[in-house]
C-alpha cells in the first residue's frame, strides 16, 4: 500500500489500521512498508481514495 500525495491528513488510515504501520510523515501520512501486512483496511477507510495497492 501506498498513501498518494492527494492525502489531506485526516488521519482516519492511521485510525483504521491494525497494526499501527500508518503515522505522519513531512507532508501526509505514511505507511511502514516493513509492518504493513496488505489488508487493505486503511484503503477502504480514505475518503479521498488517496491510498493505492501500488508501492
Same mark, same amino acid.
Given at each position: 500500500?501506498?498513501? $498518494?500525495?492527494?492525502?489531506?491528513?485526516?488521519? $482516519?488510515?492511521?485510525? $483504521?489500521? +491494525?497494526?499501527?504501520?500508518?503515522?505522519?510523515?513531512?507532508?501526509?501520512?505514511?505507511?511502514? =512498508?516493513?509492518?504493513?501486512? =496488505?489488508?487493505?483496511?486503511? =484503503?477502504?477507510?480514505? +475518503?479521498?481514495?488517496?491510498?493505492?495497492?501500488?508501492?
Amino acid at each position: 500500500m501506498k498513501i $498518494t500525495d492527494a492525502c489531506v491528513s485526516c488521519g $482516519t488510515c492511521e485510525a $483504521t489500521c +491494525p497494526i499501527g504501520a500508518i503515522s505522519m510523515g513531512e507532508e501526509h501520512y505514511e505507511i511502514d =512498508q516493513d509492518a504493513c501486512v =496488505q489488508c487493505g483496511s486503511c =484503503q477502504a477507510a480514505c +475518503p479521498v481514495e488517496a491510498i493505492t495497492d501500488e508501492e
